[in-house]
């Protein structure tokens, strides 16, 4: 006859093997949905308004461990020549190289290097390119809420940045009547691979 507490000692032995044997759950794989995301930003003109503009090609991908965020991962690449502000002799001129220099340097790329969980999305830490220029920047990457639409699963994301462009190497003789600090609007919806 079995003891109630040699048996709970199987019971456990077994539940062990069982959750060891059960695989540990995957990270969850989107690719950046171009048509249901945006990339924008907007800097002061003389201090008394707002241009404002966007990128028209990006992409990235991105990686979510809802048990362990830390293993989570976020990239963007965003292709410097297709800064859009509605005015094209404007544009031409953010790509020369007082401004995006978009021919030495084509891509502003972020990837991340740490994420935590926070209430309402993650914070994220990681480097960010612009102009030649790499520093490291943390913010908070707010949603996350995971749906499935005609076969899909998506999730979204959004966030806001400011950025100094002297920081990252714009020629501070250009800065003149456009103000220094930028403001990234990203609003990215992901797909499922």
């Known amino acids: 006859m079995i003891t109630v507490h040699k048996s709970c000692r199987i019971f456990s032995g077994l539940l062990a093997l ?15 949905d171009a048509v249901h995301s945006s990339v924008s930003f907007k800097a002061r003109h003389l201090d008394i308004s707002w241009i404002h503009g966007r990128f028209n090609e990006v992409d990235g991908k991105f990686s979510i461990n809802r048990e362990d965020a830390s293993k989570s991962s976020f990239q963007l690449t965003i292709k410097a020549d297709s800064v859009d502000t509605a005015n094209p002799a404007r544009d031409e001129h953010l790509r020369q190289p007082d401004y995006f220099d978009t021919k030495q340097f084509p891509t502003i790329e972020f990837q991340s290097t740490k994420v935590k969980a926070i209430e309402g999305g ?16 943390t913010f908070k990457l707010m949603g996350g809420k995971q ?23 714009f020629d501070k003789n250009a800065i003149g009547p456009i103000g220094d600090e930028a403001i990234v609007i990203i609003d990215c919806e992901g797909m499922s691979k």
């Open 147 to 169: 749906i499935e639409s005609r076969g899909v699963r998506r999730v979204g994301f959004s966030t806001e940045l400011r950025l100094k462009r002297s920081d990252f190497g």
């Open 18 to 32: 069982l959750c060891a044997a059960l695989p540990a759950m995957a990270a969850e794989e989107y690719v950046y």
């Open 122 to 137: 993650f914070e994220v830490t990681g480097n960010f390119t612009m102009h030649g220029t790499t520093k490291e920047i």
